[in-house]
């Protein structure tokens, strides 16, 4: 299912990287659409138990993506995958306010909307 969803690109840097970064994915509003997920909170479940609470409202005002490669390469669990949720924080400077730092939820296992 995943696979069937428009690829998009970007490129940003993150808070745990050095230098800009090339993302590869799908953005999460079309996901939340493609599986008709409607609410105002987004709870976000990683594989290393960090869960945290993004608001809806975020997939809709940037475009966030949820990243499987980074700089060409499949993302693992080793490195941040499968699946990582990226904010275009270059592009947007209300984005490097820290507290969208910890949206960016690395090992995203699910995803619960309520």
């Known amino acids: 299912m995943l696979s069937a969803l428009e690829r998009h690109e970007l490129e940003t840097h993150t808070s745990v990287t050095d230098g800009p970064q090339h993302f590869e994915g799908f953005l999460m509003r079309d996901l939340l659409e493609l599986v008709g997920a409607k609410g105002e909170i987004a709870t976000a479940h990683a594989l290393n138990d960090y869960v945290i609470d993004i608001p809806m409202s975020d997939f809709e005002r940037f475009d966030v993506l ?9 993302l693992t669990a080793r490195d941040k995958g499968p ?6 924080r ?5 984005l490097q ?18």
């Open 66 to 74: 949820v990243a499987m490669k980074m700089n060409g390469r499949r």
């Open 83 to 88: 699946l990582w949720i990226v904010y275009p």
């Open 90 to 94: 270059d592009d947007v400077g209300e």
């Open 97 to 114: 306010d820290i507290r969208y730092d910890y949206r960016w939820v690395w090992q995203l296992d699910s995803l619960t909307v309520q």
